[in-house]
């Protein structure tokens, strides 16, 4: 079969359309996970994942409600415990993250007996999209990007000088958790699609690279999406033509796109 011929293919629809979404969101997103150095924030959520797997079918549930439910409150837990403890933000982190999957492994042993493609969610399949995954990609996707619009101002006030936009009567506290829940849920919707280890890979490079092309926050935040279609296409392109794995060629095409940045000189 041509590459022409796949491409009329239903299931490749699938996965375009659903990494169209994921690229959509994580665009603005991730600017801001830059700013702020929140790598290790996704991180430490997409550890998370594989005892949100092993949750959801514990309790029953789609993995992907599982996945939601344990992001949000591992998200909800890292906000308490930032206002609370006087413990650097990167030692939260480390604590949640190796803690949250050390419970996932310890979770696995519990479903001896259920067979899952834990690869899958590992390293995400994008050819492995229905219309269940497109629903939740475009509808949590869609729902934080929304509300990410709602809360621009503000967030990009707290983000360039947080004692300033407190001062300005900006509920920074408010505002950063609300972020931070944003991230969790796409992170949950996405996690499927793209996999655990490659999730914060798509927030944070593409908005790296656009990080050198842009001369404003808002265009940044449009290159960062236009960036991550480009990558999409491209690892798809590479990935039917070369049999290789869907989602880890988009990453691996971002990279790529990353490293041509860096020849053009920097605008900002």
């Known amino acids: 079969m041509s590459l022409i011929e796949t491409l009329q293919t239903p299931f490749v629809w699938h996965a375009l359309l659903g990494g169209l979404a994921i690229a959509l969101v994580t665009g603005p997103l991730g600017v801001f ?17 594989l005892l949100g797997v092993c ?10 409600i599982g996945v939601l439910i344990v992001c949000l409150a591992l998200a909800s837990l ?14 939260l982190l480390g604590l949640l ?6 419970l996932g492994l310890v979770a696995l042993t519990f479903l001896e007996t259920l067979r899952f493609d834990l690869a899958a969610f590992l390293f995400g399949d994008l050819l492995a999209i229905d219309n269940l995954d497109l629903l939740w990609v475009w509808g949590g996707g869609g ?12 967030l990009l006030a707290a ?21 931070t829940l944003l991230v969790a849920t796409v992170i949950a919707c996405a996690i ?31 290159f960062a999406s236009i960036i991550g279609i480009v990558a999409l296409f491209g690892g798809m392109a590479a990935s039917l033509t070369l049999d290789t794995p869907a989602a880890a ?12 940045s860096r020849i053009i000189p920097s605008r900002h």
């Not at 949750?55 to 992907?64: A, Y």
């Not at 004692?163 to 900006?170: I, K, Q």
């Not at 001369?215 to 449009?222: D, G, I, N």
């Open 159 to 179: 983000t360039v000088d947080e004692a300033l936009a407190r001062a300005e009567g900006v509920a920074t506290g408010r505002t950063q958790t609300i972020f």
């Open 33 to 49: 996970i830059v700013w702020r150095r929140m790598a290790y924030f996704g991180d430490t959520l997409a550890h998370s994942g």
């Open 55 to 64: 949750l959801g079918f514990l309790l029953g549930l789609s993995p992907t």
């Open 192 to 222: 499927k699609i793209v996999g655990v280890l490659l999730i914060t890979a798509l927030l944070i490079i593409p908005a790296a690279t656009a990080q050198r092309l842009a001369r404003s926050p808002e265009q940044m935040a449009v």
């Open 78 to 91: 890292l906000a308490f415990l930032q206002a609370r403890e006087r413990l650097a933000a990167d030692t």
């Open 97 to 102: 993250a190796h803690t949250a999957l050390a």
């Open 143 to 154: 729902i934080a990007l929304i509300v990410l619009i709602v809360i621009w101002k503000p």
């Open 249 to 260: 060629s988009v990453v691996t095409c971002a990279t790529v796109l990353f490293a041509l």
